[in-house]
């Protein structure tokens, strides 16, 4: 934006075709494109262009039969994933290339009372998400069935943001934050490791540390904010390639959004990753 007012500045402008609210938003890996899931669970596809029509979408799917929640592309600007209640499953696979009765490529149940998040992780071919009672859980991409599954928090997990391809922070509705480490877990690893058994935690990933939420062990607040949200809603990771991302925090950058109408800006220490 520039100027005095958005209008004055508006490229293009797209409508759901059902008139619905958006749940999420997600821009396809080569940026031509980007998906919208409603709250309705109908997930639509547009291609970006100029332009003062509103175009429909040129692809568009129910997903989810009472509401729909998050998106994610998959390795293609085709494949996605969405989280949800209602439908084939709490967590859906789709193929937008193919005829709407058959896009749906997988399913799975995994999250009884719905999902509220979800997240790729090419390094490890899953897909990570967030449920309504608080679990998490791994999907498996290349055997389509959930790899883990555990309880990360008291209450519903609202949002996940991956570092670096082989950890995850989630974000719960009663503001705790936590980073995972999404690797594949190695029962083997138990004996190697018997001197550090709280990063084996039965039903937990390996790599988990149940303290990693507590702000003197992982996050410093920035100067000019204050600790503590009013319910988390929302995270993301700044970018370490922007020069000034680099040159004010030396190690991570994390976003973070609450229902308190709040954002704040948080540096992250790699050492205890490390």
């Known amino acids: 934006m520039q100027g005095q007012g ?16 958006v749940a999420n938003i997600r821009i396809s890996p080569d940026c031509e494109q980007f998906g919208c899931l409603d709250q309705a669970g109908y997930l639509c596809l547009w291609r970006f262009q ?12 129910q997903c989810h039969t009472k509401r729909g929640a998050d998106l994610c592309f998959v390795d293609s600007t085709v494949v996605l994933a969405t989280v949800g209640v209602g439908g084939g499953g709490s967590l859906c696979l789709w193929d937008a290339l193919l005829p709407a009765a058959q896009a749906q490529v997988a399913s799975c149940p995994v999250h009884p009372d719905g999902a509220h998040c979800i997240v790729h992780c090419a390094a490890e071919r899953c897909l990570v998400s967030g449920g309504e009672r608080g679990e998490m859980a791994i999907f498996d991409l290349r055997q389509r069935r959930v790899r883990e599954k555990w309880a990360a928090h008291s209450m519903a ?12 922070f989630s974000a719960s509705a009663d503001s705790d934050l936590k980073l995972w480490s999404i690797d594949a877990p190695c029962a083997a690893d138990s004996a190697d490791d018997a001197d550090e058994p709280s990063a084996l935690t039965e039903g937990l990933p390996r790599g988990t540390w149940a303290q990693a939420h507590e702000p003197h062990t992982l996050l410093a607040p920035l100067v000019g904010t204050r600790l503590g ?12 390639t922007m020069g000034a991302a680099r040159a004010m925090l030396p190690g991570m950058g994390l976003i973070s959004g609450g229902a308190d109408g ?4 948080w540096h992250v220490s790699r050492s205890r990753a490390d």
């Open 229 to 240: 949200h009013c319910g988390l809603t929302a995270l993301t990771m700044m970018p370490t």
């Open 50 to 61: 100029s332009g003062s029509d509103m175009p429909l979408p040129f692809s568009r799917l």
């Open 157 to 168: 997990v609202q949002a996940l943001t991956l570092v670096d391809g082989r950890w995850c």
């Open 262 to 265: 709040r954002v704040k800006l």
């Open 6 to 21: 958005l209008h004055d500045h508006l490229r293009a402008q797209y409508k759901l075709p059902a008139g619905g609210r």
